[in-house]
């Protein structure tokens, strides 16, 4: 698993942005992926996750109702839609990979990690 974010950029208060993240490496299907952030001074945290057949999704508290987390097996790609984007989120967000089914979003359970794609909401 190769995996390269992108969609980040600016935003406003309230605003909305989609990420992408495309494995360019293969076995991506077999894969649960999850999306992490690291905003200034912060400690990198979970955001969310989906199982490698979509069928259950993992979301961390702060985000919960406002972002989505889906996947295109055919294209390789997991996305994350942002609405409501508050200057909280303010971050670098990478997408990761697991080979595991079930995942919590604990950072050790992803093997593989993308660059980061910065998304900055001003207020």
């Known amino acids: 698993v190769q995996l390269q974010a992108s969609g980040g950029g600016l935003a406003q208060d309230g605003g909305s942005l989609r990420l992408s993240c495309v494995d360019s490496g293969g076995t991506f299907s077999t894969y649960s992926l999850g999306w992490f952030r690291q905003g200034p001074g912060k400690e990198r945290e979970f955001v969310a996750a989906?199982?490698?057949?979509?069928?259950?999704?993992y979301y961390a508290d702060s985000i919960k109702g406002r972002f989505t987390v889906s996947r295109d097996n055919a294209k390789n790609t997991v996305y994350l839609q942002m609405n409501n984007l508050k200057p909280d989120d303010t971050a670098v967000y990478y997408c990761a990979a697991s080979p595991f089914t079930v995942v919590r979003g604990r950072p050790e359970e992803f093997s593989s990690w993308g660059q980061g794609t910065l998304v900055t909401v001003s207020s």
């Open positions: 989906i199982k490698w057949n979509g069928e259950s999704t």
